[in-house]
């Protein structure tokens, strides 16, 4: 479990494609710090740590978590947001993330408002209802609040922290994100959608 508060960014530095899956090689910041097993989001997808050396660590993305992120299109050089779980004793800063990728968003706009930046969001039309406004997201693994919410789209600000210390600043339009819906959002979608049947 995660909060959506971005610790450091990553660099890819090697990918070792294995029948489905992908290995990456990311360097970090962290990476010295962190033990096999350990779980860290990378871009909003949680990976299990398989090795740690050298200021880098190792991590494989099976078939499934590539069809539903966009893991697949990084590259040799790609920077990723990371974050160790969160630590039960602590404050929950962000939202409650797990780390279950849900879909791609695709930026659809991007606007510089005089210091703080606005970002449009195009999602698939079935996950519509589990965005509200002034409700929780996370895109690359960032906690962020929604508003300006139409039937298929919807916008986020970014403060001038969060544009310096992640990658999103390496999002324009055209480029996509791995978006996790707020999980009490799913929970009441299921439960609406089970009742009503």
Known sequence: ??????????????????????????????????????????????????????????????????????????????????????????????????????????CTAVKEMNGSWQYQFAIPAEFKSLVVEKGSISLNGISLTVFNVEKNHFEVAIIPYTYQLTNIKDVSRGSTVNIEFDVIGKYVNRFLSLKNQ
């Open 1 to 106: 479990m995660f909060t959506g508060i971005i610790e450091a960014v990553g660099t890819v530095t090697s990918i070792l494609p294995e029948l489905g899956n992908k290995t990456f090689w990311i360097q970090s910041p962290i990476s010295s710090s962190l033990k096999t097993d350990q779980s860290v989001s990378h871009n909003g997808v949680c990976l299990t740590v398989e090795e740690s050396r050298k200021g880098e660590h190792r991590v494989t993305a099976i078939t499934e978590t590539l069809d539903k992120s966009n893991l697949d299109d990084w590259k040799v050089g790609s920077v990723v947001n990371l974050e160790r779980c969160m630590q039960i004793n602590g404050r929950l800063d962000g939202h409650l993330v797990q780390g279950h990728v849900d879909a791609i968003a695709e």
